[in-house]
């Protein structure tokens, strides 16, 4: 932020929380690096309605009332303009709470669906036009009918699995569930349960690193030969955590990958290693999900003439229709309207196989 001796009135602060520490501490170098390009890029133009931005960023990957309170205090402030971030939705309902609806907040992060606090504005992707097309394609595709689910203890893993199940016309079609805490070190116990043996795929509701592990002890079982997995929180990241050796037959939904056949993705990737380098994190489909944020907030800001909430509020109800880099966006609600897609891991990359939403 900017110091107490410096004018803000020529500013707009962006607050961006991205977990710098926990299983989603792993995004975080891409994440940076793909929101310094968005930064880079709205500057070098005219800013967002005439003013530079900043950010100043937040670390998400402490407990939701920790980021909610430095939240909270920044906000104080006054010289707050809006919230940004790729995060947990354990700490998105903490930090919507100390936000109050004073500023937009963009939520890039896939999330449950449920109904959100006023300024909330959720960039991320929702269960029923994500992991739930994914999974159906899958039952059409390879004929996937009896799931196993493994997910993280909190919010976004449990309705998610929710969601699935009521998507189900079988409701036996789930034939193991367990809940994990964050950072858990060993799945052991759910990789001998007998159930697993029934399912035919696998759905991994977990974060970050989590999602690395799992996959490590998972392909050392010799399951993924014969099970497929779909995992709606895995980027190149992971991936690469992982190693090519545990991605074998895992599918991954998203609406923030960057497809060179597709779209700028070819020139974004461009103007990503001309600004950082041949040795920077890659621009992964998370932190392309942050990216996407600042672009947003930009693109809104100019077809709204403001950025105050209220403003924008009434905007959304009315249909608007903003620029991003990947092309016009609106929303329907507060949920962004965008395609989905469905990748398989190739190795520590993605090879897109199909449209889902």
């Known amino acids: 932020m900017p110091a107490f001796d410096e004018s803000p009135d020529g500013i707009i602060e962006i607050l961006d929380i991205v977990p710098r520490q926990g299983p989603g501490g792993i995004v975080a170098p891409s994440c940076d690096a793909a929101i310094s390009l968005a930064v880079h890029e709205i500057n070098s133009g005219a800013g967002i309605l005439g003013r530079e931005i900043r950010t100043t960023h937040i670390d998400g990957g402490r407990a939701p009332g920790e980021v909610a309170a430095e939240v909270g205090a920044l906000l104080a402030t006054g010289m707050v303009h809006a919230i940004t971030g790729w995060h947990t939705s354990a700490v998105r309902r903490a930090v919507a709470r100390a936000n109050a609806g004073r500023?937009?907040?963009?939520?890039?992060?896939?999330?449950?669906?449920?109904?959100?606090?006023?300024?909330?504005?959720?960039?991320?992707?929702?269960?029923?036009?994500?992991?739930?097309?994914?999974?159906?394609?899958?039952?059409?595709?390879?004929?996937?009918?009896?799931?196993?689910?493994?997910?993280?203890?909190?919010?976004?893993?449990?309705?998610?699995?929710?969601?699935?199940?009521?998507?189900?016309?079988?409701p036996e079609a789930i034939v193991l569930e367990r809940f994990v805490p964050l950072g858990s070190p060993d799945f052991g116990s759910f990789l001998a349960d007998p159930a697993l043996d029934r399912a035919e795929g696998v759905i991994i509701l977990m974060v970050g690193n989590d999602v690395s592990r799992f996959n490590r002890q998972f392909a050392a079982t010799g399951r993924a030969a014969g099970q497929v997995r779909v995992?709606?929180?895995?980027?190149?990241?992971?991936?690469?955590?992982?190693?090519?050796?545990?991605?074998?037959?895992?599918?991954?939904?998203?609406?923030?990958?960057?497809?060179?056949?597709?779209?700028?993705?070819?020139?974004?990737?461009?103007?990503?290693?001309?600004?950082?380098?041949?040795?920077?994190?890659?621009?992964?489909?998370?932190?392309?999900?942050?990216?996407?944020?600042?672009?947003?907030?930009?693109?809104?800001?100019?077809?709204?003439?403001?950025?105050?909430?209220?403003?924008?509020?009434?905007?959304?109800?009315?249909?608007?229709?903003?620029?991003t880099p990947g092309g016009a966006r609106g929303f329907r609600g507060n949920q962004v309207i965008q395609p989905g897609y469905l990748a398989r891991a190739d190795g520590v990359d993605f090879e897109i196989l199909d449209r889902i939403c």
Request: hydrophobic share 40%; net charge neutral.
């Open 103 to 170: 500023v937009p907040y963009l939520f890039a992060t896939a999330h449950e669906g449920l109904a959100e606090l006023p300024g909330v504005l959720m960039l991320g992707e929702h269960p029923a036009e994500h992991t739930v097309p994914a999974v159906h394609w899958l039952a059409r595709e390879y004929g996937i009918r009896r799931w196993a689910v493994i997910g993280n203890d909190y919010i976004w893993p449990r309705e998610t699995a929710r969601v699935v199940r009521r998507s189900l016309a079988d």
């Open 231 to 323: 995992s709606p929180a895995a980027d190149e990241n992971v991936l690469l955590a992982g190693g090519a050796g545990a991605n074998h037959n895992l599918f991954v939904p998203s609406s923030f990958f960057l497809d060179e056949r597709r779209g700028d993705g070819a020139a974004r990737k461009a103007r990503y290693r001309r600004r950082h380098g041949g040795f920077a994190p890659a621009l992964t489909s998370f932190s392309n999900a942050t990216y996407e944020a600042i672009h947003t907030l930009r693109g809104l800001a100019e077809a709204v003439g403001s950025l105050d909430l209220p403003d924008i509020q009434r905007a959304l109800t009315t249909g608007v229709r903003y620029e």
